[in-house]
């Protein structure tokens, strides 16, 4: 089982604790363990630690990293539990930049049309006369 990649053992109904062999599954990409009976600490100083801590929801009494729960006898965690980032977090921030990059686009991309209009009479001409057209071309479409 050292070459295992995938391991999804969610919503199951387990219970005890996570086997400290499973440090020796070197390849293992994703494990789910989460809404089980699971138990007692994470072992340490594997990748089991990489994975986010929302894959052992469900588990009230498993602790140690990547969970922030301690286990019973620590003072602090001995490995400093991987942040992710709370659901909403930094959206703000992504959200802001957006609306900032949206508002100088569409600033610059309405000067540049207009602008074209008020400088250039033959453009403008053309323009408006375009628009006659287009809007004669729909009613005629419209009331057919």
């Not at 995938?6 to 996570?18: A, P, Q």
């Not at 990293?65 to 965690?77: A, Q």
């Not at 977090?89 to 900032?100: H, L, Q």
Request: with cysteine; hydrophobic share 35%.
């Amino acid at each position: 089982m050292r070459n295992l990649q995938i391991l999804d053992l969610s919503r199951n109904k387990f219970s005890g604790g996570i086997p400290p062999s499973m440090s020796h599954m070197t390849s293992l990409d994703y494990m789910d363990v989460s809404y089980n009976n699971l138990s007692g600490r994470i072992p340490s100083r594997t990748q089991l630690q990489t994975f986010e801590p929302t894959r052992c929801t469900g588990n009230t009494g498993l602790c140690g990293p990547p969970l922030t729960k301690y286990c019973p006898g620590d003072k602090e965690l001995e490995v400093a539990p991987l942040v992710y980032g709370s659901e909403g977090e930094g959206e703000d921030d992504i959200r802001i930049w957006f609306y900032i990059g949206g508002g100088t686009g569409f600033a610059t991309g309405f000067w540049i049309a207009c602008g074209a209009l008020l400088v250039n009479p033959c453009g403008r001409k053309a323009f408006f006369r375009f628009l006659d057209i287009s809007k004669d071309w729909v009613c005629v479409k419209l009331l057919m």
